[in-house]
Structure formats: structure tokens, C-alpha cells
């Protein structure tokens, strides 16, 4: 990956009140921990960007199926404290969620959940919290493919589903 951010290091950042590392959430209990209302309407999609916390909530589902419709999305572990992520489409490095997501607007956060699958025995599937997100680097355009670290391994019972190597 190329531009990798100046802060290599970890920011020392607690979790919203409440969330527990690697415990499922459904959408709606999501919001909550940020002081936010849920809505379909936003928290359906994969970015939720909460002004009011400045907070960048990250929905990622891997396996996308059906769902890549438009773009091909490639999330996936790298290793067991890196996490790559592909943005939508329409994002770009020199927008607002460009700007959040490179860690250029003082003062947000990004948080990572994630699920294997959209769906588990016909529902919808829970997310998994994997902690708020320090951004590593970053290659192309619209998609850009964005490396993660996250401060806490990936429990050795959640490799496998995750596909985790290490």
C-alpha cells in the first residue's frame, strides 16, 4: 500500500460506552453507543458518518454475494491486525470521507464492524465490533483500497470465519 499515514502508531482511543470487542450488534443496537438514532434509511448502507460524535461507522460485510452489484468489493484480513477495505465507489481521497478516512480531519474516529455473511439461518446477520480502526495506507481511486490496524488481535475462535492466516 502506498501512503501510509505519518502516525504509525495506534491512537489510544476507548470504545464508544458499552460496546464490548468483538461481540455481535444488529444495526439498531449500533447506534445507541454513538448517541444516534437509528434509521434504515442510513444505517442501511456500509458508511454511516455521525457529524455530531465525529465518528465514521464502518458496516463491512465480507462476503458480499449479490450485493457487489457496481463495484467488486475485496475485504478481507491481512493479517490478524490488519484489515483491508475497499470504499464505495463514489468515495474519494480528496472528499470529506477521504479526508476522514486518511485520518485528515482532526478530531473523528472510524469503527469497524463485521460480518462474514448478510444473512445467518435467514436473518439478517450481526456485526461484529472490532474496535475503532487506525488507517495504515491506501492505493487507488474510486474504490480506494484502505489498510486498517486494529489494536486488538482477532480471537483465535473467530480466524477461521474470518479468514484470518496467522
Avoid: C
Avoid at 63 to 78: E, L, N
Avoid at 86 to 110: A, F, H, L, M, N
Avoid at 111 to 130: C, D, I, Q, T, V
Amino acid at each position: 500500500m502506498t501512503e501510509a499515514s505519518e502516525d504509525a502508531g495506534l491512537a489510544t482511543v476507548t470504545p464508544p460506552m458499552g460496546l464490548a470487542l468483538w461481540q455481535e450488534y444488529q444495526r439498531d443496537q449500533i447506534a445507541p453507543h454513538f448517541g444516534a438514532v437509528f434509521n434504515t434509511g442510513s444505517w442501511n448502507a456500509g458508511i454511516v458518518v455521525l457529524k455530531d460524535v465525529q465518528a465514521m461507522i464502518l458496516l463491512v460485510t465480507m462476503d458480499k454475494g449479490r450485493m457487489s452489484v457496481g463495484g467488486h468489493y475485496a475485504d478481507h484480513f491481512a493479517i490478524s491486525t490488519r484489515f483491508v477495505w475497499q470504499t464505495q465507489t463514489s468515495t474519494r481521497r480528496d472528499d470529506r470521507r477521504g479526508r476522514i478516512i486518511s485520518g485528515k480531519e482532526p478530531g473523528w474516529t472510524v469503527h469497524l464492524f463485521l460480518r462474514k455473511s448478510k444473512l445467518r439461518e435467514g436473518r439478517a446477520a450481526p456485526f461484529r465490533y472490532a474496535g475503532p480502526v487506525q488507517f495504515a495506507g491506501w492505493e487507488g481511486e474510486a474504490p480506494i483500497t484502505v489498510q486498517w490496524d486494529i489494536a486488538e488481535l482477532v480471537p483465535q475462535q473467530l480466524r477461521e470465519l474470518y479468514g484470518v492466516l496467522e
